[in-house]
Nanobody, 125 residues
Framework: QVQLVESGGGLVQAGGSLRPSCAASGRTFRWYRMGWFRQAPGKEREFVAA????????VYADSVKGRFTISEDNAKNTVYLQMNSLKPEDTAVYYCAAGITPAGHAEAAAYYAYWGQGTQVTVSS
């Protein structure tokens, strides 16, 4: 079993920055790839970014490349999502997830077995 707890969302003006975090616990969480997804009102959940605990390889959605950075702190068992140059269209509930994803499928939510409760990010124009 893996437990995920997000924090660090909030309200920010367009162009600003936020850094949500995801604290992981459980005996086997380091076996999993960690991902961030988001869901805006009336829209489907979409992939944002992912990272592997071993080696730290990263994957990003095209919509956030160059603005968002996913990183890990092994000592704190925590994954971060540094979000810069935020836009109103980034407004959503952001979810942390853990899963064993086949190569080339880091974006697929179906492979993520564990999910956090979500943290709201609101970007005002």
């Amino acid at each position: 079993q893996v437990q995920l707890v997000e924090s660090g969302g909030g309200l920010v003006q367009a162009g600003g920055s936020l850094r949500p975090s995801c604290a992981a616990s459980g005996r086997t969480f380091r076996w999993y790839r960690m991902g961030w997804f988001r869901q805006a009102p009336g829209k489907e959940r979409e992939f944002v970014a992912a990272i592997s605990w071993s080696g730290g390889s990263t994957v990003y959605a095209d919509s956030v490349k160059g603005r968002f950075t996913i990183s890990e702190d092994n000592a704190k068992n925590t994954v971060y999502l540094q979000m810069n140059s935020l836009k109103p269209e980034d407004t959503a509930v952001y979810y942390c997830a853990a899963g064993i994803t086949p190569a080339g499928h880091a974006e697929a939510a179906a492979y993520y077995a564990y999910w956090g409760q979500g943290t709201q990010v609101t970007v005002s124009s």
